[in-house]
T-cell receptor
Framework: DQQVKQNSPSLSVQEGRISILNCDYTNSMFDYFLWYKKYPAEGPTFLIS?????DKNEDGRFTVFLNKSAKHLSLHIVPSQPGDSAVYFC????????????FGEGTQLTVNP | AAGVIQSPRHLIKEKRETATLKCYPIPRHDTVYWYQQGPGQDPQFLIS?????QSDKGSIPDRFSAQQFSDYHSELNMSSLELGDSALYFC???WGSGTYNEQFFGPGTRLTVL
């Protein structure tokens, strides 16, 4: 039962363009959402998060949008850079059960120079 | 800045053997989490500890046990290893166990069971 889904296993964009990574969830108890970035041979690195009381959070080139009614969130990276090439995981946590993270399957982003 | 340290980074074991994975959290972090990532899969939560007490338990097999010690490092003990236990095991640490306490991940231990 995949409670967090990233339907695109891979995404390829040109340098300087926008990258949009999508994530859907099914558990209505989730109220905190995070994006992690993972390079090969390294652990996931926290990128940006959003709580359910917001619909947008921005940090530099990274913006996360949350649509609670659709149970959908997206990560926008603009402008995309070759160094952004990595696997991006969407993760979610319900406030009531501590902070265990439920991850999506990941999306491999490739930014071409 | 100091990061989460995991040892060993790679481990090869035979079926039915035991393995111990170690995790050293970032200094002053009091919470440790363990995740298992199978080939081509997403990380799955196993277990967590806050102030040396188990705080949450996920899909951890009965063959596995874990604990957090007085210096806050944690060990994941795995017995009667099976081929399906081959995976990348991540440890993460945070200051506090609440939802909004950012989890910092270690580089992982790659366990291969032959």
């Amino acid at each position: 039962d995949q409670q967090v889904k990233q339907n695109s296993p891979s995404l390829s964009v040109q340098e300087g363009r926008i990258s949009i990574l999508n994530c859907d969830y099914t558990n209505s108890m989730f109220d905190y959402f995070l994006w992690y970035k993972k390079y090969p041979a390294e652990g996931p690195t926290f990128l940006i998060s959003i709580s359910s009381i917001k619909d947008k959070n921005e940090d530099g080139r990274f913006t996360v949008f949350l649509n609670k009614s659709a149970k959908h969130l997206s990560l926008h990276i603009v402008p995309s850079q070759p160094g952004d090439s990595a696997v991006y995981f969407c993760a979610a946590s319900p406030e009531t059960s501590g902070s265990r993270l439920t991850f999506g399957e990941g999306t491999q982003l490739t930014v071409n120079p | 800045a100091a990061g989460v340290i995991q040892s060993p980074r790679h481990l090869i074991k035979e079926k039915r053997e035991t393995a111990t994975l170690k995790c050293y959290p970032i200094p002053r972090h009091d919470t440790v989490y363990w995740y298992q990532q199978g080939p081509g899969q997403d990380p799955q939560f196993l277990i967590s500890f806050y102030e040396k007490m188990q705080s949450d338990k996920g899909s951890i097999p009965d063959r596995f046990s874990a604990q957090q010690f007085s210096d806050y490092h944690s060990e994941l003990n795995m017995s009667s290893l099976e081929l399906g236990d081959s995976a990348l095991y991540f440890c993460a640490s945070s200051w506090g166990s609440g939802t909004y306490n950012e989890q910092f991940f270690g580089p992982g231990t790659r366990l291969t069971v032959l």
